[in-house]
């Protein structure tokens, strides 16, 4: 997971590369299609997506960084206990 942004002028909208581990696609998706939860324990915080090409659920666990750049990039994020 990484973010990318377009470097003309003006401010471009935020996206992230992922791939999905059912049909191995790699895409960009914007920070809409993400989903960040973050819960007590690293355990329970992950994100997740629908696959554009396969419609598969994925879900990813998220540690510091991914969690920093999905917040960053305007991802929703919900807290669970």
Known sequence: MSPSSG????????TFKAAC???RARFE??????RL???GSRRS?????????CAAPV???AGER?????TGGGVSTLRSL
């Open 37 to 39: 939860v973050i819960g």
């Open 7 to 14: 470097s003309s002028s003006g401010p471009q909208p935020v």
């Open 21 to 23: 581990p059912e049909c």
């Open 59 to 61: 879900r990813k666990p």
């Open 45 to 53: 915080t992950f994100y997740s997506f629908t696959c554009p090409r």
């Open 29 to 34: 998706l914007a920070a809409q299609a993400l």
């Open 66 to 70: 991914i969690v920093e750049l999905l």
